[in-house]
T-cell receptor, first 112, second 116 residues
Framework: EAQVTQNPRYLITVTGKKLTVTCSQN?????MSWYRQDPGLGLRQIYY???????DKGDVPEGYKVSRKEKRNFPLILESPSPNQTSLYFC???????????FGQGTRLTVV | AQSVTQLGSHVSVSEGALVLLRCNYS??????LFWYVQYPNQGLQLLLK??????LVKGINGFEAEFKKSETSFHLTKPSAHMSDAAEYFC??????????????FGTGTRLQVTL
């Protein structure tokens, strides 16, 4: 089954404690991205990757890092989380030839 | 820069009534346009997409949308609402000419409530 898998689904952490949210896709897609969803703001792109070792900032990259060492994986790293990063995060993937994006189930992060 | 405006953060309809969710876009080049649906505690699922073929696009679950270039609109409709249609709906645009073809810019979403 074609899917994008994120882990964990729910995470509560404290300010400043480094965390990683994993994302994996099994569709051999070149393009992967991270979004955060906040009430009244819709989804905003954090970072994206057009292929292995190629990443770039989206619209709201501050406080986040990503890496793309393998085509299937695109982890999101928060090195020093702050309460304003409390949000619902989605990973998405797509083929560059077909702009339909497939989304993971989401990770609800709370930073206290 | 491209942008999407969804008019109405909340829409309530009766079961069996017409569903109309509005989306207007801004793009400097011919866009690709999408509607996604998000059910509670789930990710986003593609309802339908416009990629410069037919202007009337049919999607899943009886939804359709019409691309109107003169109005820069891509409104989502369904003739008869079901209780199962209650969800949040997002309109999105991508700029397929910039090399970042899969970057989606989303609207702020419309929550659809269906009442008996």
């Amino acid at each position: 089954e074609a899917q994008v898998t994120q882990n964990p689904r729910y995470l509560i952490t404290v300010t400043g404690k480094k965390l990683t949210v994993t994302c994996s896709q099994n569709m051999n897609h070149e393009y992967m991205s991270w979004y955060r969803q906040d009430p009244g703001l819709g989804l905003r792109q954090i970072y994206y990757s057009m292929n292995v070792e190629v990443t770039d900032k989206g619209d709201v990259p501050e406080g986040y890092k990503v890496s793309r060492k393998e085509k299937r994986n695109f982890p999101l790293i928060l090195e020093s989380p702050s309460p304003n990063q409390t949000s619902l995060y989605f990973c998405a993937s797509s083929s560059t030839m077909n702009t339909e994006a497939f989304f993971g189930q989401g990770t609800r992060l709370t930073v206290v | 820069a491209q942008s999407v405006t969804q008019l109405g953060s909340h829409v309530s309809v009766s079961e069996g009534a017409l569903v109309l969710l509005r989306c207007n876009y801004s793009s400097s080049v011919p866009p690709y346009l999408f509607w996604y649906v998000q059910y509670p505690n789930q990710g986003l699922q593609l309802l339908l997409k416009y990629t410069s073929a037919a202007t009337l696009v049919k999607g899943i679950n009886g939804f359709e949308a019409e691309f109107k270039k003169s109005e820069t609109s891509f409104h989502l409709t369904k003739p008869s609402a079901h209780m199962s249609d209650a969800a949040e709906y997002f309109c999105a645009v991508s700029d397929h000419n910039t090399g970042t073809a899969s970057k989606l810019t989303f609207g702020t979403g419309t929550r659809l409530q269906v009442t008996l």
